[in-house]
């Protein structure tokens, strides 16, 4: 099983960003797939989760900025990122939680975001 992330980059603050992350290989179902983000000298943290009902939980650093959304739970989750700030600068890890069978935790390589003028 693989998690593949991709959309990060560098952006000014008050600005936009999307991430993308998909889950490949034998997979039989998806419980929960999201984002965790880790700043320097910082404990990894929360950024939000989709569940594969559709319910979703936010971090409360970024409630109201960023959106997590689903393209069909198997082909992955979107996190649309608006009003960043300089402190939203970190590493992003895709995060799933699926069955392949037996339930695990998987984590996708990170990718870097930094907000800086």
């Known amino acids: 099983v693989q998690l593949q992330a991709s959309g990060g980059g560098l952006v000014q603050p008050g600005g936009s960003l999307r991430l993308s992350c998909a889950a490949s290989?034998?997979?039989?179902?998806?419980?929960?797939m999201g984002w965790y983000r880790q700043a320097p000298g910082k404990q990894r943290e929360l950024v939000a989760i989709?569940?594969?009902?559709?319910?979703?939980k936010y971090g409360d650093s970024v409630k109201g900025r960023f959106t997590i959304s689903s393209a069909g739970v198997k082909n992955g989750v979107y996190l649309q990122m608006n009003n960043l700030k300089p402190e939203d600068t970190a590493i992003y890890y895709c995060?799933?939680?699926?069955?392949?069978?037996?339930?695990?935790?998987?984590w996708g390589q990170g990718t870097q975001v930094t907000v800086s003028s």
């Open positions: 995060y799933a939680f699926l069955s392949i069978p037996e339930w695990r935790s998987f």
């Open positions: 290989g034998s997979i039989s179902s998806i419980g929960v």
């Open positions: 989709i569940t594969s009902s559709s319910d979703t």
